[in-house]
């Protein structure tokens, strides 16, 4: 424990920043430019996500929640979850995600996590009084009510011993916590919030929000009621501040105050299955902040493995029945390929127009992207490489393998610089009779006839697809 003077607001600003959150900004910035640019594709956002096996668990299943996939359907891979959801709507769970993990750590103050629950509670109910606006506004707004109260979050996420004294006061006192910090921490929690979203670089919205300026913006007016009603849920639906914020709310979306309570309620209720989903249980209600998970650490990893593949090959057939581009069901395939056979490397090369090269077009795993320019291999009969050899003999083989399926083909200088010595693997595409391309994978560890298998029935989905895609656009 932390026994230190009295820090001021810049204080603060430098300790978190230094000591307690060190991560926060630089994971922020990186999402925001990504998200930001309209030239950022769905492998760039699948490939952030699928870096960290946590928040690839988490994003699925806040992903498969009502509040964000109201049609139940399932939703088994990242990519598709960036095409289903949209950028934005991953982008808000990838805040909420990396806030939650960032704040919540082993034995979190109870104080923290209901700090945290009205965060979300606000957010929900801001989101939901920008139903007029488009996606991505709504998704802003989700996001900047989410970090409204970042200083207040943060400074609970401390461990210091002033902080305890705050944790303590606060179960205390019927003051307010801005007043009620301000006596302990001798600083206003806002003013800290301003300034970590000023040198965080987050959103502009986030920025006029708190900037106490008399903004007629309706997406600050959404911000500002949907954090009122967040942090004062807890005074009831009878309170006088809740009937306050039942005015402003028939006000901002014109419908009557009855109308605007029952809607209140029914987002209140959506916020809580958000929460939920991202495994924060209030202190009133739970002695442990984070929900248990159950029945998976019963399920063997090659177990949990098979189930995952099958979950991702019904995505598959699913996205072409519902009329998914070519890219998307590539980039899944490629995904199911990288998590559901644990290959560090995944990608799909394509024929050129001539069909006498190929060239990778989509890659997933670290340092993928290179293979962007020293990917090239010819494909025909006198060929040395794999790649051309797999093609041209239309079936699935695997190179410096323990499995059936290795060939004894000397492989070229090329595919050794691409790939070195580690094991390969590779299937033919085509769509239909018209040769496509090739998908292919790798990792350091051996391949094995089951890994094969898992494979071949990956390379069998793919071709189904082109050969309906083919179809379908003749």
Same mark, same amino acid.
């Given at each position: 424990m932390?026994?230190?003077k009295?820090l001021?607001?810049?204080?603060w600003?430098?300790?978190?920043?230094?000591?307690?959150?060190p991560?926060?900004?630089?994971?922020?910035?990186?999402?925001?430019?990504?998200?930001s640019?309209?030239?950022?594709?769905?492998? *760039?956002?699948t490939e952030?996500?699928?870096?960290?096996?946590?928040?690839?668990?988490?994003?699925?299943?806040?992903?498969?929640?009502?509040?964000?996939n109201?049609a139940?359907?399932?939703?088994?891979?990242? +990519?598709?979850?960036?095409?289903?959801?949209?950028?934005?709507? &991953?982008?808000?769970?990838?805040?909420?995600?990396?806030?939650?993990?960032?704040?919540?750590?082993?034995?979190?103050?109870p104080?923290?996590i209901?700090?945290?629950y =009205?965060?979300?509670?606000?957010?929900?109910?801001?989101?939901?009084?920008?139903?007029?606006? +488009?996606?991505?506004e709504?998704?802003?707004?989700?996001?900047?009510?989410?970090?409204?109260n @970042?200083?207040?979050?943060?400074?609970?996420?401390?461990?210091?011993?002033?902080?305890?004294k705050?944790c303590?006061a606060?179960?205390?006192?019927?003051? +307010?916590?801005?007043?009620t @910090?301000?006596?302990v921490?001798?600083?206003?929690?806002?003013?800290?919030?301003?300034?970590?979203?000023?040198?965080?670089?987050?959103?502009e919205?986030?920025?006029?929000?708190l900037?106490?300026?008399?903004?007629?913006?309706p997406?600050?007016?959404?911000?500002? @009621?949907g954090?009122?009603i967040?942090?004062?849920?807890?005074?009831?639906?009878?309170?006088?501040?809740?009937?306050?914020?039942?005015?402003?709310?028939?006000?901002? &979306?014109?419908?009557?105050?009855?109308?605007?309570?029952e809607?209140?309620?029914?987002?209140?209720?959506?916020?809580?299955?958000v929460?939920?989903s991202f495994g924060?249980?209030?202190?009133?209600q739970?002695e442990?902040? @984070?929900?248990?998970?159950?029945?998976?650490?019963?399920?063997?990893?090659? *177990?949990? !493995?098979?189930?995952?593949q099958?979950?991702?090959?019904?995505?598959l057939a699913?996205?072409?029945?519902?009329?998914?581009?070519?890219?998307?069901i590539?980039q899944?395939?490629?995904e199911?390929?990288?998590?559901?056979?644990?290959?560090?490397?995944?990608? &799909?090369? &394509?024929?050129?127009?001539?069909?006498?090269?190929?060239?990778?077009?989509?890659?997933?795993?670290?340092?993928?992207?290179?293979?962007?320019e020293?990917?090239d291999?010819?494909v025909?009969?006198?060929?040395?490489?794999?790649?051309?050899?797999?093609?041209?003999?239309n079936?699935?083989?695997?190179?410096n393998?323990?499995?059936?399926?290795?060939i004894?083909?000397?492989?070229?200088p090329? $595919?050794?610089?691409?790939?070195s010595?580690?094991?390969?693997?590779?299937?033919?595409?085509?769509a239909?009779?018209?040769p496509?391309g090739?998908?292919f994978?790798t990792?350091?560890a051996?391949?094995?006839?089951?890994?094969l298998?898992?494979f071949?029935? $990956?390379?069998? *989905?793919?071709?189904?697809?082109?050969?309906?895609?083919? !179809? =379908?656009t003749r």
């Amino acid at each position: 424990m932390t026994k230190t003077k009295k820090l001021s607001v810049k204080g603060w600003l430098t300790h978190i920043e230094s000591t307690e959150l060190p991560m926060m900004s630089g994971v922020l910035q990186e999402l925001n430019a990504l998200t930001s640019s309209p030239e950022t594709q769905v492998h *760039q956002l699948t490939e952030v996500i699928l870096k960290d096996a946590v928040l690839t668990s988490q994003v699925l299943k806040v992903a498969n929640s009502v509040f964000y996939n109201p049609a139940k359907s399932p939703i088994n891979t990242v +990519s598709r979850a960036v095409v289903v959801i949209g950028f934005t709507g &991953i982008y808000s769970i990838l805040i909420s995600s990396l806030v939650t993990d960032q704040l919540i750590r082993e034995n979190p103050k109870p104080a923290l996590i209901d700090s945290l629950y =009205r965060a979300f509670h606000g957010a929900v109910q801001a989101k939901n009084l920008a139903q007029r606006l +488009s996606d991505s506004e709504r998704e802003e707004i989700y996001v900047a009510t989410l970090l409204y109260n @970042i200083g207040e979050l943060a400074l609970l996420s401390c461990d210091r011993d002033e902080v305890d004294k705050l944790c303590r006061a606060l179960e205390s006192t019927d003051d +307010s916590r801005e007043k009620t @910090i301000s006596a302990v921490i001798g600083i206003k929690p806002k003013q800290l919030s301003r300034m970590l979203a000023k040198q965080w670089e987050l959103s502009e919205l986030l920025q006029t929000s708190l900037s106490d300026s008399k903004n007629p913006d309706p997406n600050v007016r959404a911000v500002m @009621i949907g954090n009122r009603i967040g942090q004062q849920m807890e005074l009831g639906w009878d309170s006088a501040e809740m009937a306050k914020n039942i005015s402003l709310v028939a006000r901002h &979306i014109d419908i009557d105050k009855e109308d605007a309570l029952e809607q209140i309620q029914v987002w209140s209720e959506d916020a809580k299955k958000v929460v939920q989903s991202f495994g924060i249980t209030p202190s009133e209600q739970a002695e442990s902040a @984070i929900a248990g998970t159950g029945s998976a650490a019963d399920i063997t990893k090659p *177990q949990q !493995q098979s189930l995952l593949q099958l979950d991702i090959l019904r995505d598959l057939a699913a996205m072409v029945f519902e009329d998914a581009s070519i890219n998307s069901i590539f980039q899944v395939l490629i995904e199911g390929i990288h998590r559901g056979i644990d290959m560090n490397q995944a990608g &799909i090369a &394509i024929l050129d127009p001539k069909n006498t090269r190929l060239h990778a077009k989509y890659m997933i795993g670290e340092d993928t992207e290179k293979w962007r320019e020293s990917f090239d291999f010819p494909v025909h009969t006198s060929a040395t490489n794999p790649l051309a050899h797999c093609l041209l003999k239309n079936k699935v083989i695997t190179v410096n393998t323990s499995t059936q399926q290795t060939i004894e083909l000397q492989p070229s200088p090329g $595919f050794n610089r691409v790939f070195s010595d580690r094991p390969v693997i590779m299937g033919p595409l085509f769509a239909g009779k018209k040769p496509f391309g090739v998908i292919f994978a790798t990792r350091p560890a051996d391949i094995e006839d089951r890994d094969l298998q898992s494979f071949e029935h $990956f390379v069998n *989905q793919a071709n189904l697809c082109l050969a309906f895609l083919s !179809q =379908r656009t003749r």
